[in-house]
């Protein structure tokens, strides 16, 4: 079985988390817990980057010590584990992980042929912590940043980046390192071919206040952030540690057959692409089989700033500044709802914009109404016309009319298979929608209420086909929406499994409408609002089951 370890990065903890880290989460948790049903081996890695000296300057700042501070907001990250529902296997934090500081001792000697000092001058840009060349700045500003980069001067240690270019090419050309997607893997063919020059991997400790992890042999400087952050792909894993119970992990995640998965955002590809495989070939480590590169995700049109996102979300329906800090929004909307905005909107290339207008949309119009009413319409139906007690169809298996829902059904599997393999959230989660969207309009042409008559226009035989594929349907939404929405996927399923007496739980919400203001009044009706109504719906025997029905139905 092949073994697949997926990362994302390890962010600043400079401030607390905002919307465009949840990205980035929510997507690997979707490929680990697609790959883990599939019968993979997962291991799913997330943390935080505590040695930045960015985050040094952040605790000034804000007039804290440095470890308070640090801890604080690396804590703010770690509960999105929780708040979004991640099935993260493993956690790393940079500056208290026990296993971190060995594996960079030992990866930096093992780099040690590719390691000299020397004196550098350059401009830094301390928000990327990293060097700029003349050529690299606008008009002198940093290009993520829009900031002018210090003038530094200072003996540095030189990782000999310029002897890896022809390697690194032929990796990625080869497709042994894969970039997703194609626009970015160009992006890193030109920047090699362009010429790599040898960077900077140290940093005087008293410009850094003493943070960070003393380079070995030389306690006067300490390792660049970024050759210690991008170590925690294999640390975590035990690597340089002696301990054979730590060593295991890392022969079986890193050093072995299966896949390496890296997810990171467009503005750290340089350090994914080029850096980090050059600095696992020269202490002769395998490198990572795949990077998918994600864009970037702006709020009302503008660019996310950190800061923007101290306070939690207190109004619903506000896009003010708290508006933005993910668990916030969960705990506001649901994880689901925060999940399916990230996973159904965003493109695969190009930045998207969030608002929290469009994700209380989406929810409301995708997750309560066209998924809530759906499992609630077919449930309360079983309920009503037998008693409960029916067998699922297949789902795939068509009644007289219902061959566009089972083809959406068959082919649903292998189409989620495809896009994700392709990273294309938009595209997996779109071939599981088409099941609600057939779904839904094969009840309108079917007609069940009008079956279940007993008079002219009932059919019983008909009626058992059509309500066992539309339960065989949502039985197969509950599995195949599991990655996607863990909480609503085991609620669909729920409603499709029979209690010990036979029968069929009566219809509850598998996902709450967020509006204040409902959009469509009749299909509230439906069991996608407060439980009390649900109960009166469940009592409510002589109402038609679908809401247009009601007039026609009331006229006879
Ligand atoms: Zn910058």
């Known amino acids: 079985m092949t073994a697949t370890y997926i990362t994302t990065t390890i962010p600043y903890v400079n401030a607390r988390p905002h919307i465009g880290h949840a990205l980035e989460l929510v997507q690997a948790d979707v490929l680990a817990r697609y790959h883990r049903r599939c019968g993979v081996a997962v291991r799913f890695q997330a943390g935080t980057d505590d040695n930045a000296l960015k985050n040094v300057l952040a605790a000034d700042t804000a007039g804290l010590g440095v470890r308070e501070f640090v801890d604080r907001n690396a804590e703010a990250f770690g509960a999105l584990g929780d708040a979004l529902t991640l099935s993260v296997d493993d956690f790393i934090r940079t500056s208290r992980d026990p296993r971190h500081r060995p594996g960079v001792e030992a990866f930096w000697r093992a780099c040690s ?65 894969r970039i997703e997607p194609a626009g970015h893997r160009n992006e890193v063919l030109a920047l090699i071919n362009g010429g790599l020059a040898d960077f900077s991997v140290s940093r005087p400790a008293g410009r850094a206040g003493g943070w960070g992890i003393p380079v070995p042999g030389d306690p006067g400087q300490v390792v660049y952030v970024w050759f210690d952050a991008l170590c925690n792909y294999v640390t975590a894993l035990g690597y340089g540690q002696d301990d054979p119970a730590r060593d295991g992990a890392y022969r079986r995640w890193w050093a072995g057959p ?31 089989t795949g990077i998918f590169v994600h864009d970037y995700l702006t709020a009302g049109g503008r660019k996310i700033s950190k800061s923007g996102a101290g306070s939690p979300a207190r109004s619903p329906g506000a896009d003010g500044p708290g508006a933005l800090e993910p668990a916030a929004l969960a705990a506001e909307y649901g994880a689901d709802a925060v999940r399916w905005w990230l996973l159904r ?85 779109a071939a599981v929608w088409s099941i609600v969207d057939e779904a839904n309009g094969f009840v309108n042409r079917a007609r069940p209420w009008e079956l279940a008559r007993t008079g002219p226009g009932g059919d019983q035989q008909l009626l058992d086909a059509v309500l066992a594929q539309l339960l065989g349907a949502c039985s197969v939404l509950g599995r195949e929406l599991a990655p996607f929405l863990p909480g609503t996927a085991a609620r669909v399923a729920a409603q499709c499994t029979p209690g010990a007496d036979g029968r069929l739980p009566g219809p509850r919400p598998v996902f709450r409408r967020r509006a204040r203001r409902a959009r469509s009044v009749p299909a509230a009706g439906l069991g996608v609002e407060e439980p009390q109504q649900e109960q009166q719906h469940e009592g409510a025997d002589d109402r038609p089951d679908d809401p247009d029905q009601v007039e026609a139905v009331n006229a006879q």
């Open 113 to 177: 042929g590719d390691l000299y000092r020397r004196q550098y001058t350059g401009r830094y840009c301390t928000g990327c912590e990293q060097f700029y060349t003349p050529a690299e700045l606008n008009d002198g500003r940093c290009p993520e940043h829009g900031t002018e980069p210090e003038l530094v001067g200072e003996e540095n240690w030189f990782f000999r980046l310029s002897r890896y270019a022809a390697p690194l090419r032929e990796a990625i050309t080869t497709g042994l390192l």
């Open 258 to 288: 299966g896949n390496r998965v890296h997810l990171l955002g467009k503005g750290v590809l340089r350090f994914h692409a080029v850096y980090w495989p050059a600095m696992l070939l020269a202490s002769g480590q395998q490198l990572p």
């Open 345 to 429: 909107e965003v493109p695969r290339v190009g930045d998207a914009d969030f608002t929290v207008a469009r994700l209380v949309a989406r929810a409301d119009d995708e997750l309560a109404n066209g998924l809530g009413n759906l499992v609630n319409r077919v449930v309360a139906m079983i309920g009503r016309y037998r008693d409960g007690r029916l067998s699922p169809g297949p789902g795939h298996l068509a009644a007289p009319g219902g061959e566009g829902l089972a083809a959406a059904c068959r082919q649903a599997g292998d189409a989620v298979g495809a896009a994700l393999e392709n990273f294309d959230f938009r595209q997996a989660t």
